[in-house]
């Protein structure tokens, strides 16, 4: 998790990560011990204002997707494919990309969860495709606000696939626009994205994929 996020300051990670990570990746080159990068799509009382700042993945009623963390009443919120938060995972990856390069590390990072883990919430019950950012654009792309998907075992062939297409592209342009930014500006790295196959069912498929952008 990520707290007290800062979404105007940069760099995005302070100096107690900076240091700890320096640290971190200088040992393991030092044993010959390679790394790879995530960053959770969870943060703890990120900037969210909707509709100026929309961070937050929301429920058809509006509801925001959160998670107890067991730290006092904090909550971790799910997060949203919007610009701002785009804008913020890139420099966080390129920042932290920077960190294992200094280290003399090859640059390995990874798209996780945020390609399949979606809840299911609110009243009624719908899976967490409907905030501001992502509203407006389904208006635009449809021409009418998106179908109510309920559950994760939601018929997908709704409106000929449409719906279903539109959340597809958004989160291919997320993931894409991230990757994009970082290895414009980190030479040689590799950006993997981690399907759900590959952590519940390992056996039957490949274990990554990695993904260099030209």
Request: negative net charge; hydrophobic residues 50%.
């Amino acid at each position: 998790w990520t707290f007290g996020l800062d979404s105007v300051t940069r760099p995005v990670l302070n100096r107690a990560a900076v240091d700890w990570h320096t640290d971190f990746f200088a040992l393991l080159h030092a044993a010959g011990i390679g790394a790879c990068v995530s960053f959770s799509q969870e943060l703890v009382r990120p900037p969210d204002d909707p509709p100026s700042a929309v961070w937050i993945q929301r429920f058809a009623d509006g509801t925001p997707v959160v998670t107890a963390t067991g730290y006092s009443d904090l909550n971790s919120s799910q997060i949203a494919w919007g610009a701002a938060v785009e804008a913020y995972m890139a420099q966080a990856y390129i920042e932290m990309g920077t960190l294992m390069q200094t280290a003399g590390l090859p640059v390995r990072l990874q798209f996780g969860e945020v390609g399949w883990w979606f809840q299911t919430g609110g009243s009624p019950a719908s899976m967490a495709f409907y905030d501001a950012d992502t509203a407006a654009a389904a208006v635009t792309a449809l021409g009418r606000a998106l179908a109510p998907f309920a559950s994760p075992t939601s018929a997908a062939s709704v409106n000929a696939y449409a719906d279903a297409n539109f959340l597809r592209a958004r989160l291919a342009g997320y993931v894409a626009a991230v990757q994009a930014t970082v290895l414009a500006t980190l030479s040689g790295a590799l950006f993997e994205v981690l399907w759900p196959l590959d952590v519940n069912d390992p056996v039957t498929a490949p274990l990554c994929l990695y993904v260099d952008l030209p």
